[in-house]
C-alpha cells in the first residue's frame, strides 16, 4: 500500500519551531517531488511548500524565510522545518506528491487523496 504519514507536530508558543516529517511507505521517494499543504478550520487547504526529486523548492509567501523543506532519501523521508512560527500558522498540515521535475516543482496535488495529517497549534 502506498502511503505518505505526516507527524512532528504539536503545540508551540509563537515565535517558536517544529520540524514535520512526511515519511514514505510502500514506494521510494527518490523521484518525487512532496509537497505541503495546511488546512485551518473554517479555511481552505492551501500549499505551503514542495521540494523536487532533485532538492529544489518553492514556497507560499507567507511561509518564505521561515520555513525549510528539505528530504532524505536514505530515511525515505521529506521534512518541514518551521521557524519564527506564527498563530496563523495554526492549521493541520498534510503532505502529499505534487508535479515536479528536475530542480522545480508545484504546490499542487497529483492526487486528491489525503492522510490523516499532523496538527500544529500556535499558541500563547
Do not use: H
Not at 504539536?10 to 515519511?23: E, F, I, K
Not at 522545518?81 to 495554526?90: A, C, I, R, V
Amino acid at each position: 500500500q502506498l502511503q505518505l504519514v505526516e507527524s512532528g507536530g504539536g503545540l508551540v508558543q509563537p515565535g517558536g519551531s517544529l520540524r514535520l516529517s512526511c515519511a514514505a511507505s510502500g514506494f521510494t521517494l527518490d523521484y518525487y517531488a512532496i509537497g505541503w499543504f495546511r488546512q485551518a478550520p473554517g479555511k481552505a487547504r492551501e500549499g505551503v511548500s514542495c521540494i523536487s526529486s532533485n532538492g529544489g523548492t518553492v514556497y507560499l509567501d507567507s511561509v518564505k524565510g521561515r520555513f525549510t523543506s528539505s528530504r532524505d532519501n536514505a530515511k525515505n523521508t521529506v521534512y518541514l522545518q518551521m521557524n519564527s512560527l506564527k498563530p496563523e500558522d495554526t492549521a493541520n498540515y498534510y503532505c502529499a506528491a505534487v508535479p515536479g521535475f528536475q530542480r522545480t516543482c508545484a504546490i499542487t496535488p497529483v492526487a486528491d487523496s489525503w492522510g490523516q495529517g499532523t496538527q500544529v497549534t500556535v499558541s500563547a
